[in-house]
């Protein structure tokens, strides 16, 4: 079956990067649009960050400019490089297949998140 590891998460302070990685197993991974989907406390999971099969890629307006998804089809990873980060990027990080033009989450299990801290 599919599983998704994420990590690379940790405390950082406001203006600091962070790098993402996440790592699928059990799927031909190529074939799917990637997604990074972050979950804040209180606050409904939300996407951030997509990257298609043939490398393009669409953010949210919260994050544009500031991060950077990638992937390694060798390597089943998807990346997300993460640069000025604020506060309001704390939250839980998943990774997930985002399919149709709704990027809506394609596999049934999520990974266990890595989380991610912004804070002096």
Do not use: H
Request: net charge positive.
């Amino acid at each position: 079956q599919v599983q998704l590891v994420e990590s690379g998460g940790g405390l950082v302070q406001p203006g600091g990067s962070l790098r993402l990685s996440c790592a699928a197993s059990g799927t031909i991974f190529s074939i799917y649009t990637m997604g990074w989907y972050r979950q804040a406390p209180g606050k409904q999971r939300e996407l951030v960050a997509v990257i298609t099969s043939g490398g393009k890629t669409n953010y949210a307006d919260s994050v544009k400019g500031r991060f950077t998804i990638s992937r390694d089809n060798a390597k089943n990873t998807v990346y997300l490089q993460m640069n000025s980060l604020k506060p309001e990027d704390t939250a839980v990080y998943y990774c997930n297949a985002a399919v149709g033009s709704d990027y809506v989450p394609y596999f049934r299990s999520w990974g266990q998140g890595t989380q991610v801290t912004v804070s002096s």
